[in-house]
């Protein structure tokens, strides 16, 4: 129990602390016209109020990664603890951070443009197409999977495809909409929910009769049943993304960058949602672990069930918080995915209008970029994505490592404290390396030369980034000197 209050109390000091840190290196300036305001559109860019900003930014970052990520996490022990409270500090909140701050500094661009700003037009054309499929994926499998739990709770009254059908026109409002229209409204209270969840499940913890497991080195084990075929390092830090850090916040991040009202409220928009999204993750993980005994528990009751967060979270959900957790779990394990599906197709929407430079303020415009979306993913809900699916994961954190080492980039060619992401940067990067190498979805090496292969791949990448950056220097200066010659 002490280990879990600890470790809550660095992730409360952590955004006092390490954010102020962070948000000094940045360098706000609260006189500065944020993009709500010099770009107003009354459609994606808008002033919004503080607290409104807060809660849609938490539930698009959230979704269902912090309860399902955490309690898959749960299962390897209380090292999941230690990865959640350091990864969502130094590694999740500062990627959102910087993410959002840096789009907001450019206008409120979507990710794939800041990172081709600071890592050049070849990246960038990579980054259009990757995150556009990665957002239609997430809001494809957001579109059926919410439909067979909806299905299932009503006893196959109505049939999965009626729901999808529900669902789509949702997303298509929800897309297509200015976002105080629907996402403002909504957002705040399926957020709500969820914090409200948590803090019911900590409640409980504290109080009752629960022993968390401490971090201490008998328990910085790997508690999982198959734990041969599943290695601390890499796996549970692909596992519990969301929490600690995930890439699919960048994509999120610019959203709110076009409806923040001053650069001050950065801190507690972008840093505060992904420390509260960690608080989150760590009381998942922990109920989790207690809830059915112990680890062990966890992991025989998790097997019995087809290894089903969604299972889990339910029965943890009802049994710990009652009548009351029944209806919080059916808004969080329904609403989240559908929450998550529907700003994935408006980030994909945004991004392809700024690959395009397509004005949005005419719904025509939106319809053009987004009827075509909504088809292809309509068409995707017909394949079975037991497969591709579990490349998301790796894709996911993969695009994390992109965005630290844009950060990183852009910290180098102001003259700022760069270590602060690239040591991230280098650690993730080694992360995903290892992961496709060893993963039964990758190449399944032998752990040796997965570590191996991973830790040179690692290095070269990382050489590749200095020489890019010094090249990028040479190419400025020079730039500078042809400009002063001019004027000479």
Partial sequence: MKSFVISIVILVVGYFVYGKIIENIFVIDPNKETPAISQRDDIDYMPLPLWKVFLIQFLNIAGLGPIFGAIAGAMYG?????WIVFGCVFGGAVHDYFSGMMSLRHGGLSISEVVGIYLGNAIKQFMRFFTVVLLIFVG???????????????????????????????????????????????????????????????VVLLTGDYQIPEIIPSNLVNMKHNSENTPIFPMLFITIACGAISGFHATQSPLMARCVKNEVEGKKVFFGA???EGIVALVWAAAAMVFFGDVHGLNQAMAENGNSAAWAANE????????VGGILAVLGIVAAPITSGDTAFRS???????????????????????????????????????????YFAWANQTLAVVVLWTITAYLIGKQKNYWVTLLPAIFMTMVCSTYILIAPEGFQL????????????????????????????????FKIFRKMSKHT
């Fill in 274 to 276: 992904m420390i509260t």
């Fill in 316 to 323: 943890i959900s009802l049994n710990m918080l009652g009548s």
């Fill in 446 to 477: 032998e752990k040796q030369w997965s570590y191996t292969l991973g830790a040179l791949l690692t290095i070269a990448i990382t050489i590749l980034f200095i020489v890019f950056v010094k090249r990028t220097k040479r190419q400025k200066k």
């Fill in 140 to 202: 494809a499998v957001f579109l059926v999977g919410p439909a067979k739990i909806i299905d299932g709770m009503t006893a196959n009254a109505l049939g999965i495809s009626v729901w999808v059908a529900f669902i789509l026109i949702y997303y298509i409002l929800s897309t297509l909409l200015p976002i105080d229209k629907v996402i403002s409204k909504l957002y705040p209270v399926f957020g709500a929910a969820m914090l409200f969840m948590a803090l019911g499940l900590l």
């Fill in 78 to 82: 209380p090292s999941a603890f230690l």
């Fill in 348 to 390: 994909a929407r945004l991004i392809l209008a700024d690959v395009f430079s397509f004005d949005q303020k005419s719904i025509y415009k939106r319809l053009y970029i987004s009827v075509p979306l909504f088809v292809v993913a309509f068409v995707l809900t017909k394949v079975n994505f037991a497969i591709i699916w579990r």
